[in-house]
């Protein structure tokens, strides 16, 4: 018998409509968007051979079925489309975005879904100041295509026609906390988790024996940072630690940082964007140090895309690349109380 709460009643998404609709708008501004700028959307295949690197997220598997009776091949559903899209770098395109369906298992909240949309896109010879304009650029115009002048989430406010902050991971933490975190890391690829500690206890934040330099950041970042970022406009959030980007390249100007930022709204962590790493070699190193660090963690590891790495060292261009929550951005342009609330149906759960 039905309750009226499921997903597919009518009165449920009567209630989700509007922000349907608004999706719609904000979806098709997006395509206009770069059309307008001449880049060309391209589609990726979502099972890939290695789905994403990143330590702490966790990829759904799959068994590839041969249909000759070769032995089956394990596959991954995708967390980023990102390997797939460098690979058409290497191959020649120059300008290109992507509105992706990805999957994180075990992600599942307000601002979390286990299969979200994703919008990637890629310049080659791009510099990472372009895509912290482009990110500007795109918010404000879908933003403006929903009617809205004000992005929304409970009871903040943020507008993005105003003048965005652009803030330092070094001065955010000197600003919020009082914490020179570079002097924490003075080899910036083994920095000192002492010193960290010893920070994070002064100020309140509690360390575990067990922590590591990366996990007291962290602690420290969403705990006494993130709650301040992107209130009244949004804060792009820049130059983070060198062992912190794994993708990035190092800063020219400061290699004791990675030219990566992250965009705020809210309090919400909109995008992750990097001047990407080209060198295969480096690059190959930062993926096996990752996954041992997520053996160390969970137990497991994940295969490298070994074409990935051949086609970085066949000479991908320079390039500057972002990855956009799409659903969060349409969370918050609507004014929406959660992800679920913009999805034409979610993930069903059991129960």
Not at 59 to 71: C, H, K, R, V
Not at 102 to 107: D, I, K, L
Not at 313 to 330: F, I, K, S, W
Request: proline share 7%; net charge negative.
């Amino acid at each position: 018998m039905s309750t009226g709460k499921e997903s597919w009643h009518p009165q449920a998404l009567a209630e989700r409509a509007p922000f349907l609709r608004q999706r719609g708008l904000i979806l098709r501004e997006v395509r206009a968007f770069f059309d307008r700028v001449d880049f060309t959307e391209v589609e990726t295949p979502c099972l890939q051979i290695s789905p994403g690197l990143e330590p702490h997220l966790k990829a759904f598997a799959t068994a590839l079925q041969d249909p000759w009776g070769e032995p089956d091949q394990t596959l991954y559903l995708h967390t980023s489309p990102e390997f797939a899209m460098k690979k058409l770098l290497v191959a020649g395109m120059e300008r290109i975005f992507q509105i992706a369906h990805v999957f994180r298992n075990g992600e599942r909240s307000d601002t979390h879904s286990p299969e979200f949309s994703m919008l990637e896109w890629y310049r080659a010879g791009g510099a990472i100041n372009q895509m912290m304009d482009d990110t500007e650029e795109l918010v404000r115009a879908c933003t403006r295509a929903a009617g809205k002048q004000t992005l929304r989430r409970a009871n903040h406010l943020c507008d993005p026609f105003a003048p965005w902050e652009r803030l330092s991971i070094a001065q955010a933490f000197d600003r919020h906390c009082g914490i020179d975190v570079l002097a924490t890391a003075p080899d910036p690829w083994a920095p000192d988790t002492a010193r960290l500690a010893a920070e994070a206890t002064r100020i309140g934040v509690s360390v575990s024996p067990t922590d590591r330099w990366d996990d007291i950041f962290f602690k420290i970042l969403l705990d006494r940072i993130e709650p301040h970022l992107g209130m009244a406009t949004p804060t792009i959030l820049h130059s983070y630690p060198l062992s912190m980007a794994a993708l990035a390249r190092p800063n020219p100007a400061d290699n004791r940082v990675a030219d990566r930022f992250e965009a705020y709204a809210c309090g919400v962590e909109l995008c992750n964007a990097f001047g990407e790493l080209t060198d295969a070699g480096e690059q190959e190193r930062r993926f096996i140090a990752d996954m041992d660090m997520k053996e160390a963690l969970y137990g497991e590891r994940y295969p490298l895309d070994r074409d990935f790495l051949a086609a970085l060292a066949h000479g991908m261009p320079e390039a500057a690349g972002n990855a956009l929550g799409l659903d969060r951005l349409v969370m918050l342009i609507c004014g929406a109380d959660s992800l679920e609330q913009v999805l034409w149906l979610p993930v069903q759960k059991t129960g």
